[in-house]
């Protein structure tokens, strides 16, 4: 029988040739789901044998990764802020620079007892969960229109026992009557879609495999940033916050767009890789 250290070098070289960017680290995740073995594992046995069961179910997590599904959807859950979310086709990935938010967020609500918190366009509902988590004395509303996103959702606010959040299933383009009742918020996060349209097809392939809908800002990527500030503006009590997440080199175009509705206070973040990923302003009192 193959030892573990003899199929790995395949494996990784597989991986490798079909295009994917960290191999080796990809490959780690995939035993530790597909032989369940975890990293110390896979270290501490290198000469272990690798049965033919644990190589045909190899094989065939190796077949989805190499015809360019994400990882994470064949895992089918992902860490983000420390805690785990359930993911699969049809939800948007959490990313590592969205954390960014979740800190701007933690930040701005610091000054906030009991704070009421409204996040649109949630996804997966990592943001909401995290700042949940993190603030348990918060009141957390999360906002999505996919059915699929919806429904990942409810399943992750369950799976971390975030009993302070509240899943509402809406259009944020239609505005915060539908949403909110009238209710106000202390702080507002959005990571909306915004690549912009033409921008889409060029996608690494991974991505191409996300949701268009929770990608696609419309022409100039900005839509959701101008329609949000517009409509969600008089959601916020006076001196609330909104907070968005930007993509690379729109944080000028949205601190406009946040200037022009009237914010104050205006100020970006940047993400762990340094990309000024976070643009946040206030409802002046
Ligand atoms: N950060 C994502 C990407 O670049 C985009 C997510 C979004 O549109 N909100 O792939």
Avoid at 14 to 37: D, H, S, T, W
Avoid at 81 to 100: H, N
Avoid at 108 to 135: E, M, Q, T
Avoid at 164 to 180: C, F, M, Q, S
Wanted: hydrophobic share 40%.
């Amino acid at each position: 029988m193959v030892t573990l250290r003899a199929q790995k070098k395949e494996w990784i070289q597989e991986l490798k040739q079909a295009g994917v960017f960290a191999p080796a680290f990809e490959l780690c995740e995939l035993i530790a789901f597909g032989m369940g073995l975890d990293r110390a594992a896979q270290l501490a046995e290198p000469d272990r044998p690798v049965t033919p069961e644990e190589a045909g179910r190899m094989a065939a997590l190796l077949s989805q990764r190499c015809a360019g599904q994400p990882l994470q959807y064949i895992l089918g859950r992902w860490e983000f802020y420390g805690l785990e979310f359930l993911v699969g086709e049809g939800v948007l990935i959490p990313r590592a620079d969205t954390e960014a938010l979740v800190d701007a967020g933690l930040r701005l609500c610091r000054g906030f007892s009991a704070p009421r918190i409204l996040d649109l366009c949630s996804g997966s509902g990592c943001i909401a969960v995290a700042l949940a988590k993190h603030r348990p004395d918060a009141q957390v509303t999360a906002v999505e229109l996919s059915d699929v996103a919806f429904e990942y959702l409810t399943q992750n606010v369950a799976h971390n026992g975030a009993s302070n959040v509240r899943p509402i299933r809406a259009d944020v383009l239609e505005g915060p009557d539908g949403v909110t009742a009238g209710e106000r918020f202390h702080l507002i996060v959005s990571n909306p879609p915004y690549i912009p349209s033409g921008e889409l097809a060029g996608l690494q392939r991974e991505v191409r495999r996300e949701p268009a809908m929770a990608l696609d800002g419309d022409k100039d990527g900005l839509l959701f940033y101008r329609e949000i500030a517009r409509l969600y503006r008089d959601s916020l009590t006076p001196g609330g916050w909104l907070a968005f997440e930007v993509g690379d080199g729109q944080s000028g175009d949205v601190q406009k767009i946040l200037m022009q509705q009237g914010f104050t206070e205006i100020s970006i973040a940047k993400d762990l890789e340094g990309f000024e990923r976070v643009v946040m302003g206030r409802r002046s009192e």
